[in-house]
């Protein structure tokens, strides 16, 4: 396959069709932990995973990129600017990219002091491997709801 291409997807042990992610991701998170084991678990997966430590790298990151980016995945809170703040900022050059936010604060905690819109993608940390891969293919797919982890 031509590098960039999706590709198809291929049959695993209990001969079920196994999906191959070629997204690619872009997260900003200032723990650099959870940053580097987010990026792992995405990378081994197959997305290509662009890291930026702070919203402002994260802009640079966006304005120098050459190919798309189908989602972005943020902390809400960070120094200098929301995860929120950022998604706007990026949202008026990319309408069109899809956004997960992560928190340590729960959904509800971010509902009720107006950071979050109800049909938001939200997922709070810490998660599992599992957890998170599943909610990135929910919001890739267009097929994300709201549930307590």
């Known amino acids: 396959l031509v590098s960039g291409t999706p590709q198809a997807p291929e049959a695993n042990k209990t001969g079920k069709i196994a999906y191959k992610p070629s ?6 998170e200032d723990e650099e932990t959870v940053r580097n ?3 792992e678990i995405l990378s081994v997966q197959g997305y290509k995973v662009l890291e930026a430590g702070d919203p402002s790298q994260a802009l640079q990151i ?4 050459k190919g798309k980016i189908e989602l972005i995945i943020t902390d809400i809170i960070m120094p200098g600017m929301t995860g929120l703040g950022l998604v706007q900022r990026i949202q008026t050059t990319h309408p069109d990219v899809k956004v997960l936010y992560i928190s340590g604060y729960t959904d509800t905690a971010m509902l009720h002091q107006g950071v979050l819109e109800s049909d938001t993608a939200f997922l709070q940390k810490p998660f599992t491997p599992q957890a998170l891969l599943k909610k990135v293919r929910e919001v890739l797919q267009g097929t994300n709801i709201i549930t307590p982890e």
């Not at 997204?23 to 900003?28: C, F, G, V």
């Not at 966006?62 to 990129?65: A, G, P």
């Open 37 to 39: 084991l987010v990026t």
């Open 23 to 28: 997204e690619t991701i872009l997260l900003a």
């Open 62 to 65: 966006i304005q120098n990129h």
